[in-house]
């Protein structure tokens, strides 16, 4: 009697921009880590809003970091996409198939994905050859990411039978509901808003006078068919991206520029 070869399910790095203690981090090791390998190299401290940025002008620290008496992962003196970089070049043996970052808290919509760490890790995954997801949720202080989570590992199993385009990572938003009160899963545009930025000023107790940044996130003001929109409206999220940052129209459109005289 013959048995029945099975194949061991993919491997993948975890990652995110809150740092390497974030609650969002914690929920995927728990839920995709019953069926899945897992390696974490994430961030050491909170990296929220620092884009693409590399570390070039001072080492990379790599530390262990225990839980409970056991390993979690690999916390970095970097940015998120440094730690993929690291985790992928140095770390990693052998190389993981997907990659996830998040769960991030708040939403990563609209023209704020350019600002976005946890959508650059899931960028430089993309890059590296590997199936990426970035994965926000709709809250700064949420109680869903257990929800949000269940959300993930359903698509991780997608994904696995067909894999995105080479180049292509997926910016995955999740409403602050319970599951029961998601209306469903949509695949949309990337919208053009942005936050309304504004800026506090503070004087420190010596007198010197600094500057905090703040902003809100404005009620959806354009298509019905963008992501803030429909995030708004009880939906995840799905939008494709790619670091092809090329507008392909004006490549025509701004031919003229070529018969320019250099002088």
């Known amino acids: 009697m013959s048995s029945k070869s099975t194949i061991p399910p993919p491997s993948i790095l975890l990652t995110n921009d809150d740092g390497i203690f974030a609650k969002g981090l914690e929920s995927l090791v728990t839920v995709l880590g019953k069926r899945h390998p ?6 050491e401290s909170e990296q929220s809003a620092v884009g693409h940025a590399l570390t070039l002008t001072q080492p990379l620290r790599v530390k262990k970091i225990f839980k409970n008496g056991d390993l979690f992962g690999y916390g970095v003196s970097g940015t998120p996409a440094d730690c993929v970089k690291i985790a992928l070049h140095e770390l990693i043996i052998p190389p993981p198939r997907l ?21 650059s890790a899931a960028t430089e995954g ?3 050859g590997l ?15 257990e929800t949000a989570a269940r959300i993930v590992s359903t698509l991780v199993d997608l ?11 997926l910016n995955v ?57 429909l995030l708004a409206a009880g939906y995840v999220t799905l ?10 129209p004006s490549l025509t459109r701004l031919a003229f520029l070529e018969k320019a005289t250099l002088v």
């Open 38 to 43: 897992i390696q974490v190299v994430a961030p």
């Open 99 to 119: 990659l996830i970052s998040g769960i991030n808290l708040g939403p990563n919509v609209g023209i704020n994905v350019i600002y976005s760490g946890t959508v």
């Open 126 to 128: 993309a890059m590296m």
């Open 131 to 145: 199936t990426s997801m970035a994965v926000s949720i709709d809250s700064y202080q949420t109680r869903e990411f």
């Open 159 to 169: 994904l696995i039978k067909s894999p995105l385009p080479p180049g292509v990572s």
């Open 173 to 229: 938003n999740i409403p602050d509901r319970p599951l029961s009160k998601i209306k469903g899963i949509r695949l949309v545009k990337q919208g053009t808003f942005r936050f309304r930025e504004r800026f506090e000023r503070r004087i420190d107790p010596r007198e010197n006078v600094y500057y905090w940044q703040a902003g809100i996130l404005p009620p959806p003001e354009e298509a019905p068919d963008t992501d803030h929109a």
């Open 239 to 248: 939008t494709p991206i790619t670091f092809d940052l090329t507008h392909y």
